[in-house]
Structures are given as C-alpha cells and as structure tokens.
Nanobody
Framework: QVQLVESGGGLVQPGGSLRLSCKAS????????MGWYRQAPGKQRELVAT???????VHADSVKGRFTISRDNAKNTVYLQMNSLKPEDTAVYYC??????????????WGQGTQVTVSS
C-alpha cells in the first residue's frame, strides 16, 4: 500500500514562515498530480495548491504570492513553502496524491494532516 506522511506544521507568529513536507512511501511507481488542502475549524476542506507531474502549479487566490508548492520526484516528496503567514491560515493541512502504483493502478491517497497555527 501507499502512505502519505506530512510534517513541518507547528505554531508560528503572524508574518512567519513554515515549510510543510509530504512524503509518499510504499508500492509507488510514480506520482502524478499532488496537492495541499486545508481545513479550519467549522469550515470545509479547501484547496491550497496543486502541482502536476511536470511541475505546473495552481495556487488558491488566498495564498498566491505567499505560498509555493514544489516537488522532488526522486524523493517522492511534495512541499509547501508558506511565507507571510496570517492567523486565517490556521488549519489542518492535508496532502493529497494521485499515485501510479507498481501494479499499474492509479489511486488517490490522503495524508493524516498536520496542524498549522498562526498566532501571536
């Protein structure tokens, strides 16, 4: 099977930075499109950013110019660099990946989430 494990969350002051990582492991042949989502208390999960296997990116309007998604295919890892953080960025951040498995199937997986809290 495949696991996506996020790391890098924590408590940061407004204006600070964090870098989230999401590493895929298991029966992976390759990773297709990957993405970061977030869910704040009482709100629906929302898209933050996505990146294709070729490196094309899309960022939500709310994070454009502050967040950057990237990937390292050799390490089966996707990153989210978050700068100029605001209290409204506080949420659980989830990694999602479309994985091409060794048996040829393509499946979508979610990580367990990592908490990001922006507060003074």
């Amino acid at each position: 099977q495949v696991q996506l494990v996020e790391s890098g969350g924590g408590l940061v002051q407004p204006g600070g930075s964090l870098r989230l990582s999401c590493k895929a492991s298991g029966s992976i042949f390759s990773m297709y499109a990957m993405g970061w989502y977030r869910q704040a208390p009482g709100k629906q999960r929302e898209l933050v950013a996505t990146i294709t296997s070729g490196g094309n990116t899309v960022h939500a309007d709310s994070v454009k110019g502050r967040f950057t998604i990237s990937r390292d295919n050799a390490k089966n890892t996707v990153y989210l660099q978050m700068n100029s953080l605001k209290p409204e960025d506080t949420a659980v951040y989830y990694c999602n990946g479309n994985i091409n498995l060794l048996d040829g199937r393509i499946r979508s997986y979610w990580g367990q989430g990592t908490q990001v809290t922006v507060s003074s």
